[in-house]
């Protein structure tokens, strides 16, 4: 499908020029109800990673993430993204809440759903247009999701429902998708098979930043690890920075 005013797509197929969009977090320090969330956080990151956020309950994890999407404001610190100072949610930033924060008995369709992707682009002016259904037709058949676009959200199985947020995520054209516990309540394959689209979703130049409980499959699933404790206690590659000495500092205590 084609428009009659073509607009070219962002993100889609691997292009090289989202290799070189890097998000970066300089002193980030956070409250939550005037009591110190998070201090002292401080990595960088280029799209075509992902990113394993790792720490006890309480740790700050749920809250940094909102601050990178801009639904929480920081003290102080920085964040910046493709050398600007993002001081709000960016289009290019799509947040992917815990499955238990969402009303699946919302009665919305699937389609519905990664439609919602778009609004983001579309501002207060521009109505929805062919080369929107487009982009939204492309997500749909990216997560599979073809065959159940005219399903009601509350009937999906939970594998179905994170593959429907990651569509609308991609209709959404975002760089950097950032997801809180996607694997929890996730069988085996579901969680195999969702982190292989983890996979084709970097290897397509996507910066990935996910909250993860699960410590037996860090390795497997992500290429870098951030364990905090309120603050940072180390960023870097999972076969290098995920040792016992560092999960210890970050779980001996909360």
């Given at each position: 499908m084609t428009s009659?005013?073509?607009?070219?797509?962002?993100?889609?197929?691997?292009?090289?020029?989202?290799?070189?969009?890097?998000?970066?977090?300089?002193?980030?320090?956070?409250?939550?109800?005037?009591?110190?969330?998070?201090?002292d956080i401080n990595?960088?990151?280029?799209?075509?990673?992902?990113?394993a956020?790792?720490?006890?309950?309480?740790?700050?994890?749920?809250?940094?993430?909102?601050?990178?999407?801009?639904?929480?404001?920081a003290d102080s610190g920085s964040i910046i993204w493709r050398g600007e100072p993002l001081t709000r949610s960016s289009h290019e930033i799509a947040y992917l809440p815990q499955r238990?924060?969402?009303?699946?008995?919302?009665?919305?369709?699937?389609?519905?759903?990664?439609?919602?992707?778009?609004?983001?682009?579309?501002g207060w002016w521009r109505s929805y247009s062919r080369h929107d259904a487009d982009i939204v037709q492309r997500a749909l058949?990216?997560?599979?999701?073809?065959?159940l676009q005219d399903r009601q959200i509350s009937a999906l199985s939970g594998g179905q429902q994170q593959r429907t947020f990651l569509a609308r995520a991609l209709a959404q054209e975002a760089h950097v998708l950032l997801l809180?516990?996607?694997?929890?309540?996730?069988?085996?394959?579901?969680?195999?098979n969702l982190s292989r689209l983890f996979r084709e979703l970097t290897a397509e130049g996507r910066l990935l930043i996910a909250s993860h409980h699960d410590l037996q499959t860090v390795?497997?699933?992500?290429?870098?690890?951030?364990?905090?404790?309120?603050?940072?206690?180390?960023?870097?590659?999972?076969?290098?920075?995920?040792?016992?000495?560092?999960?210890?500092?970050?779980?001996?205590?909360?």
């Open positions: 009659a005013n073509p607009k070219k797509h962002v993100c889609w197929g691997g292009g090289n020029h989202t290799h070189h969009h890097r998000l970066e977090v300089r002193d980030l320090r956070v409250s939550y109800r005037e009591v110190l969330a998070l201090h990595f960088a990151s280029d799209c075509g990673r992902s990113i956020l790792i720490g006890p309950n309480g740790a700050g994890k749920s809250t940094l993430l909102k601050t990178l999407a801009g639904l929480m404001q238990g924060d969402v009303d699946w008995n919302f009665p919305i369709t699937v389609r519905g759903l990664v439609e919602m992707g778009r609004y983001p682009n579309l058949t990216a997560m599979d999701l073809m065959d809180d516990e996607p694997f929890t309540g996730l069988d085996k394959p579901a969680q195999e390795t497997g699933f992500f290429d870098d690890v951030l364990l905090i404790k309120r603050t940072q206690i180390i960023f870097g590659e999972v076969a290098t920075a995920f040792t016992p000495e560092n999960i210890g500092r970050a779980y001996g205590s909360v």
